[in-house]
């Protein structure tokens, strides 16, 4: 018996006896937290097992099988969670980690600003000492689903006579006061997932920083990299699934939490709709479509084990690394190479939108000028291409790195000089 065989016996012997849908979500949720298999890889005093990485895929299908409740999806489990484990003060730990399991509070990332998005390091959100806390003003954008969360994962200068990646501290922010301000951005694809979120004398406690005041950028860049290894997979909201209260409940709490993401299996290109849709389409058999879904296929098979690889290598205990550039990179090839597959297939057609669209071929009409509309996204979101090939030409074929025009420059002189050049080495 492999020690994965082992685990999947532990948690199936542990959901014969736990699982009850006749439990709200929240005593479910607190049985989960308790027990560790919630998230299986977080050490054991912090709701984990201190399981291998591998172990996660494991249990999520032992889950499946059972038909139960799982911790909530996002930011919290994704980012926050890891980002405290790996430098929050245990105070935080206790504050943060159990709420985030259970899904009682939820969060968003306010990280990019109008002026630092690829260059995030040279944000200019300002944060001053105020009595026992910190008061914070300026924007931030982009930022997926503040609008209904408790907590953001904050950036903002502390420090602006050092140089750009030393000032930084990172925060967490308590959303719902009177200094915080969110307004929805509306997309080329019609949702409105995006905010800006404007920032006047924002209060955050003291006890609220992660890491030390001014090592925000080493904090962040944990972040980062959790955040790159998920950007490739799409994100589809659950459909179906148990009956029972938990999971009319967690239903609930899906729904609102994932509705941000709702476009993203299109902002994947969605390669798998299109032998279908080219079969549906009379289009199977021009030989010219047929050699491009194949080349498209093929990209995405090996994208998939690149991805596979990646996460096998985390499950050997490996930190996330640029192999993770290379994913995402991939992910954005594939969404490319299958948007313009469903623009041969479809012809112009493919840019009538929702009841306009008299195929609703793929299940739903209009999903091909959705996929139009949403590919771009893809390139952009947690890093843009051109900043994971500046990565991957400096990390791993050991090229000549950017030329940095303010090292060691104070932040201060550098926006005195107007001089916000962003460099590889300040890059998300
Ligand atoms: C779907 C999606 C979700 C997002 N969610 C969030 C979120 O929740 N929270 C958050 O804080 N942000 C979020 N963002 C913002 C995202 O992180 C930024 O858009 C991204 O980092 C790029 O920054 P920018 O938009 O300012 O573009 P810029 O940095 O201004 O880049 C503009 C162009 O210049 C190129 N460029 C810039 N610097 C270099 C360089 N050194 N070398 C070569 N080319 C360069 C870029 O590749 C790009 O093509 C999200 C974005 C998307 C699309």
New binding site residues.
């Given amino acids: 018996m492999t020690d994965l065989d082992e685990v999947r016996a532990q948690v199936a012997a542990w959901l014969a006896e736990a699982w009850d849908p006749g439990l709200s979500l929240a005593q479910w949720r607190a049985r989960l937290a308790d027990s560790g298999w919630g998230c299986p890889a977080w050490p054991r005093e912090w709701c984990g097992r201190g399981l291998p990485a591998a172990a996660a895929g494991v249990v999520a299908q032992e889950f499946a099988r059972a038909g139960a409740v799982a911790a909530p999806e996002g930011?919290g489990m994704n980012l926050a969670g890891p980002t405290i484990l790996e430098h929050g003060s245990d105070e935080l730990k206790r504050r943060f980690l159990r709420s985030t399991v259970t899904g009682e509070i939820s969060w968003?990332?306010?990280?990019?600003?109008?002026?630092?998005?690829?260059?995030?390091a040279g944000l200019q959100a300002r944060a001053e000492r105020d009595g026992d806390g910190f008061a914070v003003s300026g924007q931030?954008?982009?930022?997926?689903?503040?609008y209904h969360a408790d907590f953001g994962l904050l950036l903002a200068r502390t420090d602006w006579d050092v140089p750009k990646h030393r000032g930084i501290t990172y925060f967490i922010l308590p959303m719902r006061q009177p200094g915080v301000e969110v307004r929805p951005l509306r997309q080329m694809n019609g949702y409105a997932?995006?905010n800006e979120v404007f920032l006047d004398r924002a209060r955050v406690p003291a006890g609220n920083v992660i890491g030390e005041p001014g090592q925000g950028w080493t904090v962040a860049l944990t972040t980062l990299a959790h955040e790159r290894r998920l950007a490739p997979a799409a994100r589809r909201p659950p459909t179906g699934g148990p009956a029972g209260r938990a999971a009319e409940e967690a239903a609930e709490e899906s729904e609102r939490a994932m509705a941000p993401y709702r476009w993203?299996p299109q902002?994947a290109g969605r390669p798998d709709l299109v032998i279908e849709r080219a079969i549906a389409a009379g289009r199977d058999t021009d030989p010219l479509v047929r050699q491009e879904i194949v080349k498209l296929i093929t990209l995405a098979w090996s994208a998939r084990w690149t991805a596979q690889r990646a996460a096998a290598a985390r499950a050997l205990g490996r930190p996330p690394g640029p192999e993770g550039s290379v994913a995402k990179l991939a992910s954005s090839n594939v969404a490319r190479a299958a948007a313009r597959v469903h623009a041969m297939i479809s012809g112009s057609a493919g840019m009538l939108a929702g009841a306009d669209d008299p195929s609703g071929e793929g299940g739903r009409a209009g999903i091909v000028s959705e996929i139009f509309l949403s590919v771009?996204?893809?390139?952009?979101?947690?890093?843009?291409?051109?900043?994971q090939?500046?990565i991957l030409a400096e990390r791993i074929l050991g090229l000549a790195k950017?030329p940095v025009a303010d090292a060691g420059v104070a932040f201060r002189k550098v926006i005195a000089a107007g001089s916000g050049a962003?460099?590889?080495s300040s890059?998300?």
Avoid at 140 to 146: E, F, L, P, Q, R
Avoid at 376 to 387: K, L, N, R, V, Y
């Fill in positions: 930011v968003c990332q306010l990280f990019s600003e109008p002026g630092a998005g690829s260059d995030l931030k954008v982009w930022n997926t689903s503040a997932s995006f993203y902002r771009p996204a893809i390139s952009i979101a947690g890093g843009t291409d051109q900043i090939r500046t950017e962003s460099s590889a890059v998300r």
